[in-house]
């Protein structure tokens, strides 16, 4: 402890681990010239969309949880981070912040398309047309995350 408070064991490790490792920060840790920037769940959403972009998955699913931080009541960042998981080939991570975001607001029709449209990529057929049925009786017929799950549903199997 100094005379301004507490000093944070981890910002001390951090600074340490710096001067000894020094390595270019990550979009996600950039903050240079952003003194005035406010930060919220849409600043770390667009930061998270943008990193996609670059390539920087690290720091993709390190925004996209300082978003859930922020607002954990809001299901977007949650399914955003499961569609990440889904692009990069990991279902089981996708799969688990799907149902984060359904925990959040229950038949929230992206993240009922999401497992849908996972459990159809995984053979459970069973699966999907359950989160179809959910997804009709909640958004409707005419919902988009719906008929997009129909069509996959009707869709002949690709091999």
């Excluded at 950039?30 to 005035?36: D, F, H, K, P």
């Excluded at 920037?37 to 920087?56: H, R, W």
């Excluded at 449209?117 to 069973?126: F, M, P």
């Amino acid at each position: 402890m100094n005379r301004f408070g507490a000093i944070s064991v981890a910002a001390v490790m951090m600074s340490l681990a710096g001067a000894v490792f020094p390595v270019a920060p990550s979009v996600a840790q950039t903050t240079a010239g952003m003194a005035n920037q406010m930060f919220d769940e849409g600043y770390f959403l667009k930061a998270a969309d943008q990193a996609s972009q670059k390539g920087d998955l690290e720091s993709v699913v390190q925004l996209y949880q300082s978003a859930i931080i922020y607002n954990p009541g809001d299901p977007v960042p949650y399914e955003k981070l499961a569609e990440h998981f889904v692009h990069n080939d990991q279902p089981e991570l996708a799969t688990r912040y799907f149902n984060l975001a359904l925990d959040v607001q229950p038949a929230y029709a992206p993240a009922l398309q999401g497992l849908a449209l996972l459990d159809l990529a995984a053979g459970n057929r069973a699966g999907a047309q359950a989160q179809h049925e959910i997804l009709k009786r909640s958004c409707g017929a005419a919902c988009p995350e719906t008929a997009l799950v129909e069509k996959a549903l009707n869709s002949p199997p690709t091999r």
